[in-house]
């Protein structure tokens, strides 16, 4: 599968908007167009993805072009989503672009529904307390409005992992999380810790 390593973390269901300008990720674009549109997203551990020599997360998101362009000198603008999680089983060579053998991750079974239903809706409480309150302090963050996540619990911990104000790290951990009532659980930590701290900022503190 073609592979962009980048510095964000790409979530199922999450808009990913790419501007590609570099001659080889232009050639990865028409070359998806050509085919059915993916290519894989992985977070660059260490490093810089330019020019190579950069060290690279296991886990990432499949992305499937919805839609693109392409300007008069060459450039790709592409509106991507991400679809589903892979795993890298091999790097391939880069050129002409990066490339990898990859195992596509199911998603496990939800066994406990009703304590998945609970976190969700606290995630959601937390997301829009947490959302609020980076707005008031003109913080860069997602709308309140974006807060009101899918009633599935699976796809709701996708969601909020995206619009949540963390680090790369702390996202591509939230990636990794196999059972999505344990993703839930990690965010709700995270939103609470991360209002705690806005809230000491509102306050002065």
Do not use: N
């Not at 000198?73 to 589903?84: C, H, K, M, P, Y």
């Not at 809706?121 to 302090?137: C, D, G, H, P």
């Not at 680090?167 to 999380?177: I, K, R, S, Y």
């Amino acid at each position: 599968m073609p592979m962009f390593p980048l510095g964000t973390v790409l979530f199922p269901y999450a808009a990913l908007p790419l501007h590609l300008f570099e001659e080889r990720y232009r050639l990865l674009a028409e070359t998806c167009l050509r085919g059915d549109g993916r290519f894989g997203v992985v977070l660059i551990e260490r490093g810089f993805e330019v020019g190579g020599g950069d060290a690279r997360f296991a886990v990432g998101t499949v992305a499937h072009i919805v839609e693109a362009a392409r300007t008069p000198d060459g450039r790709f603008l592409l509106a991507t989503v991400g679809t589903e999680r892979l795993r890298i089983r091999k790097w391939l060579d880069d050129d002409p672009f990066p490339r990898a053998e990859v195992d596509l991750l199911d998603e496990p079974r939800l066994r406990d529904r009703a304590r998945a239903a609970e976190l969700r809706s606290s995630v959601q409480r937390l997301l829009t307390r947490v959302l609020a309150m980076s707005a008031e302090l003109g913080d860069h963050a997602a709308p309140v409005g974006a807060a009101e996540l899918d009633a599935d619990p699976v796809r709701a911990s996708y969601e909020a992992a995206a619009l949540a104000p963390v680090g790369p790290l702390d996202a591509q951990q939230l990636l990794e999380v196999d059972d999505p009532v344990a993703r839930l659980t990690s965010l709700e930590t995270m939103l609470t810790d991360a209002a705690e701290i806005l809230g000491l900022r509102l306050a002065g503190g």
